[in-house]
């Protein structure tokens, strides 16, 4: 083992289903764990994760970046194949890269993408039960683009933040907001710097009652200017919510990896 100390950064799938979250909780299975279990058995020491986004119990991700430190030098692959012999099935470490110091996925990252999905149609899902929001409404995704591009810009999103969030404060920015049809799925990804507890899904809770016809698409503006949490939708299903990107400095090189067809990426079904 060396005595110098090592910053690798690592980019991570799961499936959320089965976890009470990223974070650690006394008690209860997370991801967090289940990762810094694997690595510290490749590392021989343990380790510490960091990660860019702490997500809810439920929530899954395609691209969560974390970053650990270790005196252990191993190639980037070992590190790789390595954990993943150690995961569980529904979580997945795709690379690794030894970063500067100072880097902190968290802290070093620009921006964050989730991406939310929703299923409408007249039946429940069985294989895609857990990976979408299902929902009978025949939701207009043009009426909530509409209405949704009010969040577009710096604002006080206390109307979109769980009552236990813990953010010193509310002001957020959002750089985009789309919500168009893929198949039978309705998808919404937004893109912001960072995001409050259970801000996506209390926005997309929202929406789909303007997608549903029962307010119109100006009734957003209008929630976000109130600041009170009362006068948004619903909190939607963590099911349907996955972290898709985090962004940093392309300086740093770190891999984005994103997929273009959520249908496919979710389901392995192809619904063109």
């Not at 950064?9 to 006394?26: C, F, K, L, M």
């Not at 404060?169 to 168009?180: G, K, L």
């Not at 939708?233 to 963590?238: F, H, L, M, V, Y």
Request: aromatic letters at 8%; a neutral charge; proline letters at 6%.
């Amino acid at each position: 083992m060396s005595s110098t100390v090592l910053r690798l950064a690592v980019g991570i799938e799961y499936d959320g289903t089965r976890y009470s979250g990223w974070q650690h909780q006394p008690g209860l299975l997370t991801i967090q764990d289940s990762v810094q279990k694997a690595l510290s058995v490749v590392a021989d020491h343990p380790v510490s994760v960091a990660a860019a986004g702490r997500t809810d119990a439920g929530v899954h991700a395609c691209a969560q970046v974390a970053h650990f430190d270790t005196h252990a030098s191993r190639p980037v692959r070992g590190w790789v194949l390595g954990a993943n012999s150690r995961l569980p099935p529904d979580i997945a470490i795709h690379w690794a890269m030894e970063v500067e110091p100072t880097f902190h996925a968290r802290h070093t990252a620009q921006g964050r993408t989730y991406r939310y999905c929703i299923l409408r149609r007249a039946t429940r899902p069985a294989i895609l039960r857990d990976r979408v929001c299902w929902t009978r409404a025949a939701l207009d995704p043009d009426a909530m683009h509409e209405g949704a591009q009010a969040l577009v810009g710096e604002h006080d999103f206390s109307s979109f933040r769980a009552v236990e969030c813990q953010s010193t404060t509310a002001m957020r920015h959002v750089d985009a907001i789309s919500v168009r049809s893929e198949g039978p799925l309705v998808v919404l990804e937004i893109s912001a710097n960072s995001f409050l507890q259970h801000m996506v899904r209390n926005i997309v809770g929202t929406l789909m009652e303007v997608g549903a016809g029962e307010k119109p698409p100006a009734w957003v503006a209008g929630v976000l200017a109130a600041r009170d949490r009362t006068r948004a939708g619903i909190t939607a299903p963590a099911s349907g919510l996955y972290l898709w990107q985090v962004r940093y400095p392309k300086s740093l090189q770190v891999p984005e990896t994103a997929y273009n067809r959520p249908w496919a990426m979710i389901s392995g079904l192809d619904f063109d």
